[in-house]
């Protein structure tokens, strides 16, 4: 198993700055990607950035210019670095690890709310 623990979401003003972080433990060797994903109220879960082993990263379109992923692999952690937040960011934000050995795994969330 892969557990996930996020932090570092909460209540920030349009145009500000936050930065999540996920920890990843346990099976972490057959990790081969991580990501993050986001859901807003009545909304599908989406995909917001993903990052690779190599290094490859994916982002929305929503997202991009805005958003960046990275990870430290000593630490075994990945970040999402948001700036330039709008109100339609707006949702809780969930941790998620792709694994070949376990299949999917997710955190259990984390807030963020973009409002003045």
């Known amino acids: 198993q892969v557990q996930l623990v996020e932090s570092g979401g909460g209540l920030v003003q349009p145009g500000g700055s936050l930065r999540l972080s996920c920890a990843a433990s346990g099976s972490i060797f057959s990790i081969y990607a991580m990501g993050w994903h986001r859901q807003a109220p009545g909304k599908q879960r989406e995909l917001v950035a993903r990052i690779t082993n190599g290094g490859s990263t994916d982002y929305a379109d929503s997202v991009k210019g805005r958003f960046t992923i990275s990870r430290d692999k000593s630490k075994n952690t990945v970040y999402l670095q948001m700036n330039s937040l709008k109100p339609e960011d707006t949702a809780v934000y969930y941790c998620?690890?792709?694994?070949?050995?376990?299949?999917?795994?997710w955190g259990q969330g984390t807030q963020v709310t973009v409002s003045s």
């Open positions: 998620n690890a792709e694994s070949r050995v376990v299949g999917p795994s």
